[in-house]
């Protein structure tokens, strides 16, 4: 199949998905801003609370609009005022090169390129430093070998959550999303649990951020 066939197929799927689209729009429509509104926001209330009770004294939860930052006293910025060197947070990781939006929900039960994670995370000096460091194979190792995720295009490095869509819909029928948001605990207790690693590579960008 040459380039011009191919373009003919995508035309066509295109002008079947737009006619489908038109016809469907009032439901689309409602579906999708309940979708992004009402389903994402508990969600995602429910998974800041749940993080809130996982992550106890020294670390410390910063809700951060719908998402939350998990911060450690030993990641504190040496200098200056803000939330850290590093520090964990209820992220998305989005493999979609257009870059669109995505509910919560969409993130929550992979429906599509996006993912719900639990991302490291560092401040706007150390950013460019740390995605060096993260792209060293020997640095990174033992943090792979605990759950974390390498996302080579945009060097995000994460735990993945994994929420299965059908077990979500049945939390919501039964109104208790305690089980189907389990995934988020326990990627959040993975990421804790490597803390001494982190503490290892936190130290490394540091170092570097040093060099003259």
Known sequence: MNHEQRTKIARRDNVQLSARVIRNIAEIEADFYHAAGPVSDRIMLEAVQLITKIATPPWQVI?????????????KMTRGVGIGDMWLELSEF???????DHSWLAAAVKAGPTQLCIELMFRNGLRDLS????????????????????????????VPIDIPAELLAQGFEQNDLDAALAPVGKALEKAIAAKGELDKLLEKVRAAAKRP
């Open 94 to 100: 989005s493999a979609d090169e257009d870059d669109r």
């Open 63 to 75: 809700e951060a609009g719908s998402s939350a930052q998990i911060v450690c006293p030993e990641w």
């Open 131 to 158: 995605k060096v460091t993260l792209r060293d194979d020997k640095a990174v190792a033992e943090l792979l070998k605990l759950g974390f995720v390498r996302d080579e295009t945009d060097q995000q490095f994460f």
